[in-house]
């Protein structure tokens, strides 16, 4: 049988841009997206180092969060409108699976349209991370805001609010390093652009997932050097969980026959856009091991801040719930895809999440 790809490896064109070519559409044809995440941190951070020693202000940022929570928010709702509307005039092949109820809001809450283009400009996947500038950046760079303003406050920023930061950078310049692989989430490939990824991306991801350094603004937490150790630890594990099982499961779905893991154990399809599901290795331990990651990491984000106060644990309550949900609704589809092999898949692996847990 031919062998059904995910997406095709990238190319180099100049000016170190590459390009690489999301999955198949029902149409058959294959979208393209400039992978260039990277270029664009480095290049964010260079602009916002350059603004700074110019006398640029950005430990005002903070007073600013709450008017600028709104305009993003506001932003996200004329945005989603606008994808609305756009989306009335496209042919049925365009839409999403999911946003075809026929119910305006909640047509307009999911999104209609897949992969809202104009030209070769793709609104979802430029929203969904590329803009270091915009949702990401935005992330970053009102955490780093935070860390200037404690520096004014307190004489110099605390180790708490290094670990924050450090941690959400590396989080941060690892979506951007592995930019490829957000053609293959389920945002990319099954959901449509509307008001919730919209929102999601351009408001509630840098507003309130740089909670934990906003909490530490106002709530300073001494952090001696083996608690920060253990919390670094609990980092780095929760990352090397996340990376290695993403980038198993991509390596995989680029090259099944790749060294790095032609010797794991697979389960033959009979229907769905893959050949074969992996059985052992990462995706053996449980059946989500990349979320596990995630968690873990969640959770090493909001330690820093104590165990005295809620707040700082929302990302990791919120994200728990978010990732559990998201489980079910890809459960749902590989059934649907996969049928009996996913079942088969579900009996060797029973665990979800958390191995002898969830
Ligand atoms: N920080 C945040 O707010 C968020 C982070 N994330 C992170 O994004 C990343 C991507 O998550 P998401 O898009 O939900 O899904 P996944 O990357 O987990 O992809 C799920 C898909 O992987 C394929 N797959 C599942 N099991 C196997 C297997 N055993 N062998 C081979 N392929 C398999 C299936 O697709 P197919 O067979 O078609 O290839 C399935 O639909 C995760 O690391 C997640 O933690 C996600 C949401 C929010
Ligand atoms: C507003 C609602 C309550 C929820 C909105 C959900 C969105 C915030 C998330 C849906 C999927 C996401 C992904 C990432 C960020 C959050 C959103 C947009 C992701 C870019 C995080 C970094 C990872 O490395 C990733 C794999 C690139 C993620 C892709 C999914």
Known sequence: RPQREGTL????VPLCLQVAEGLELK???????PINGGARLVLTALLVGLAVSAGLPLGALPEMLVPLAFAATLTALIFSFLLYLKALGVPPSALAPGGTSGNPIYDF????????????????????????????????LINLALLIQEAELRGSPSLAMWLVNGFQLLYV???????????TTMD????????MLAFGDLAWVPFTYSLQAQFLLH???????????????????????????????????????????????????????????????????VRHPNYLGDLIMALAWSLPCGVS???PYFYFLYFTALLVHR????????????????????????YRILPYVY
């Not at 490896?9 to 180099?12: D, L, T, V």
């Not at 149409?27 to 997206?33: A, E, G």
């Not at 809450?109 to 969904?128: A, H, M, Q, T, V």
């Open 327 to 350: 489980e079910a609704r890809d459960e749902q589809q590989c059934l649907q895809k996969y049928g009996l092999a996913w079942q088969e898949y579900c009996r060797r692996v029973p």
């Open 27 to 33: 149409d058959k044809s294959r979208l393209r997206y």
């Open 109 to 140: 809450f999911l999104g209609r349209e897949l992969n809202p283009r104009i030209c070769s400009f793709d609104f979802k996947y430029f929203c969904e991370l590329r803009p270091g500038l915009i949702g990401w950046g935005c992330w970053v």
């Open 309 to 311: 106060h809620l707040l």
């Open 173 to 183: 310049g690892d979506a951007l390093w592995h930019e490829e692989a957000v053609l």
């Open 219 to 285: 709530h300073p937490q001494p952090l001696g050097l083996p608690m920060a150790s253990a919390i670094c630890l609990i980092n780095a594990l929760g990352y090397y969980i996340f990376r290695r099982a993403n980038s198993q499961k991509n390596t995989f779905r680029k090259n099944p026959s790749d060294p790095r893991v032609a010797g794991l154990e697979t389960i033959p399809t009979a229907t769905g856009r893959q050949l074969l599901l992996l059985v052992s290795g990462w995706w053996g331990m």
């Open 9 to 12: 490896p990238p190319y180099r």
């Open 188 to 195: 990319i490939t099954h959901d449509g652009f509307g008001f």
